[in-house]
């Protein structure tokens, strides 16, 4: 039996080259947005709304009664009441909630995949590495692991996490490429050195200045907030 | 003293998202336009006319009496002589000639970059690593390494490229760039093992069936063909 075929792709711009019809599409956006998705859901949100612009954000928000967040080069924007930040979104503050949600990179892309021909998108990130991986074997469908890169510009922190999937799911599926290949070495290469390896990217340094070091250390820790986002009617819920 | 930006880009699709202004940009295909660019200038073409379409290719062919040559897929184009192996390219054939040449990938990126607004469009492969890496040194100014990809989609080859300027050249640029990053670190892990490593991509086995395993083989062997090809007045001459 001829196993699925999984892709990764390395920036947003790369996304039309690939056939995405029927296919799972895993959105990930490792500093922040996919991280803080599985932590809200983990932590007993009723669902997340990503949307593709502030103003959006704001109506939503309004018309649910919903939590609105979101970041714009790594800062809350204003209009908004929370930001991108994992740590936002303990259980305490967030259960039974609906979050509102609007990323630089991350839901922006969960948007081009809407309108891909996928059959269904999902979200992943360290925080929720095994649940990604078990949903991928299960549905036994073709994959795109889709990075959602920095402004359309290639990042490791991305790719690392395809590659932590392609390490754990390769055998399942048929892979001849190279972003793939790719991946998954850098992830055997860092897999143990992760947290020193992360201050060395591009994205850090942008961060960093914000005082936001603990945060992306969480958001390369696996299975934190071991869950699946699946986007259904509208918004990502526990799948 | 600033030191100039180097920046990698791993599709053509990304190529508008850095600053090329003034800038050296550096086209790379290693399997095989740049590789056989280099070869035919090193063993005495007069210059190489690169040309985006077959029609272009017929008619500067005619109008310089040139060889025309050119592929798509791996295979000659029909209408035109010659193809994309270095191997054809023999000083006893080579020399004094003027050679029109279009590719899939790499004349294609070519003309994207002679419309960014750069000041220099060299070509690099393994074959000129060294012609390109002194070149970069001595010019000083920022550097877009742009791999030509497959169809737009990430390829490894291009990136191990990348990677081995980069280890070349680093310490006299600024370089905060998770592709470059990545391309050094793949290039690190593979160098002694290019030989062996080429056989996992997704190029080599597309190309293998066309009997190529030598031509990839000299494409991946450093300095064989050590000179610069610089763009100037339409042709690539020994810069």
Avoid at 43 to 65: H, L, M, R, W, Y
Wanted: glycine share 6%; with cysteine; hydrophobic share 40%.
């Amino acid at each position: 039996m001829n196993k699925p075929v999984l892709h990764t792709i390395l920036s947003p711009k790369l996304l039309k080259l690939y056939d995405c019809n029927n296919a799972v599409v895993v959105i990930i956006d490792v500093f922040r947005a996919t991280s803080t998705i599985a932590t809200a859901l983990f932590n007993g949100a009723k669902c997340i709304i990503p949307v593709d612009s502030v103003e959006k954000c704001i109506a939503i928000g309004a018309q649910t009664k919903g939590i609105t967040a979101g970041e714009r080069d790594g800062k809350v924007i204003e209009g908004l009441q929370y930001g991108n930040s994992p740590a936002e979104y303990p259980e305490s503050f967030i259960k039974g909630k609906t979050l509102v949600l609007t990323t630089t990179n991350g839901t922006k892309l969960l948007h081009i995949a809407l309108n891909s021909g996928a059959e269904k998108v999902i979200t992943g990130s360290f925080p929720n590495l095994s649940a990604v991986c078990d949903y991928l074997i299960a549905e036994n469908k073709n994959v795109i692991l889709a990075c959602s890169a920095w402004k359309d510009k290639f990042n490791l922190e991305d790719t690392l996490f395809a590659g932590a999937v392609v390490n754990k799911v390769k055998e399942h599926f048929t892979i001849h490429c190279d972003s793939s290949l790719m991946a998954e070495e850098m992830y055997k290469l860092h897999q143990y050195d992760m947290l020193s390896f992360i201050r060395s990217l591009t994205h850090w340094h942008r961060l960093e200045k914000f005082g936001l070091e603990k945060d992306l250390e969480y958001c390369v820790t696996p299975d934190v907030a071991n869950i699946l986002p699946l986007y259904k009617n509208g918004a990502l819920v526990v799948g």
